[in-house]
Nanobody, 118 residues
Framework: QVQLVESGGGLVQPGGSLRLSCVAS????????MGWYRQIPGKQRELVAM???????NYADSVKGRFTASRTNAGNTVYLQMNSLKPDDTAVYYC????????????WGQGTQVTVST
């Protein structure tokens, strides 16, 4: 099993910045990809950013140029630097990992609230 623990959410004014962190822990696993999704009540969870093990990164069009995803060399920690935040970025942000133990599975963090408001 793989556990994902997120931190870094909170309340920020429009135009401000936040940095989210997510650490993957467990035993005997290898990460294939890690990233971030977000969800607004009543809407589907949507991809924000994803980093694969070869270092390639995909972003939602709505966050390109404002958000940057990165990971540690060990590959078990992923960050999301969010700049120029807008009220539309308000959501619960979930860390995601696709990892292989004896099989490949998807894992989710518990979610962290990001609120952009005056």
């Amino acid at each position: 099993q793989v556990q994902l623990v997120e931190s870094g959410g909170g309340l920020v004014q429009p135009g401000g910045s936040l940095r989210l962190s997510c650490v993957a822990s467990g035993s005997g696993f290898s990460i294939n990809a890690m990233g971030w999704y977000r969800q607004i009540p009543g809407k589907q969870r949507e991809l924000v950013a994803m980093i694969t093990t070869d270092g390639s990164t995909n972003y939602a069009d709505s966050v390109k140029g404002r958000f940057t995803a990165s990971r540690t060399n060990a590959g078990n920690t992923v960050y999301l630097q969010m700049n120029s935040l807008k009220p539309d970025d308000t959501a619960v942000y979930y860390c995601y990992a696709r990892a292989t133990t004896t099989y490949t599975a998807q894992y989710w963090g518990q979610g962290t609230q990001v609120t952009v408001s005056t």
